[in-house]
């Protein structure tokens, strides 16, 4: 049973994920990823689907996980992590594993939880597998050079969703809502929720949470990307504060069919004070940045932020 962290004075020392990646100066899935290892401790085994926390992580031939890990098809996260968990309980079970059950997690981008990872993720919390896919959400598929994926927002730029004559906003759709897709549906889920970075014991705790309950989990960390959403690097944490502020992203647990909110908002301040601090939204005109905060109202009011956006002065 992994204990709950009442503060960041109170938080582990230890380390699983060390210094030494090529990841971006100021990347939001390395913090994300740094928080989770701390969190999960020692007896753990990643599963690390192809996209950014593989890649930059591990270029080249090496790692900075003190844990075992293994690389999984952007495909496959879910299906490689529940190959391993069956692993150990049937070691287990024939006497030729002794050992404590290691916990099993998932760290597969939006791309590969949301996207093309999310056949296999479903499958694995159908069967019921104790394992803790998490999606670590950088709004884009990032390691290929900032392409539209389903959480890519409307209205941003990527290179697949270039502003032009014909299509001036960009990218025209609205985002899949993973977290939700996966709470439904699935019998034998135990636990979702949603985090950031920005909240980073609040994070922690729910991996823990994640971790503890017996069968499945999935939590959606959303990790601001300063090369994808082209802001200086020195600014991720406080995108990640924004994006919650202005409800563009959703703190919650989801349990027994009910959304329990984890930041108490007082008002939420407009989207439009979070766009204009990305160039990936530069483009964007008056009826756009409308249309957006109609959506995000609409978002809020679904899991009960019911206080309404008032501009900051
Ligand atoms: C089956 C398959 N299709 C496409 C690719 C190419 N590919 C490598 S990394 C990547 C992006 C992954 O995006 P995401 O899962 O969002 O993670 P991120 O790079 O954003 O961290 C893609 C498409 C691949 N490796 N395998
Ligand atoms: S592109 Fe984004 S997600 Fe990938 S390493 Fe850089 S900051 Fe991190």
Redesign the pocket.
Known sequence: MLERIPSIKKAPDEEYYVPGHRTCAGCG?ALAYRLTAKAAGPNTIFVG???????ANTSYGCGPWRVPWIHA???NGGAVASGIEAAFKVLARKKKYQGEIPHVIVF??????V???LQALSGMIYRGHDVLFIC?D?E?????GI?T?PTTPYGAWTTFTPSGPKVPEGKKLFPKDNPKIIAHGHPELKYVATASIGWPVDLMNKVRKGLNVEGPAYIHIQAP?PK?WQFPADKTIEMAKLAVETGMFQLYEYENGEYKLSVKLEKRKPVAEYLKMQKRFAHLKPEHIEKLQAFVDAKCAEVGIMVPAVASV
């Open positions: 899935p689907p192809t996209g950014c926390m593989y890649v098809q952007i495909t597969a981008g939006d791309g590969g939880a996207d093309i990872g670590y950088n884009s598929y990032a390691n290929t392409q994926s990307c994808g």
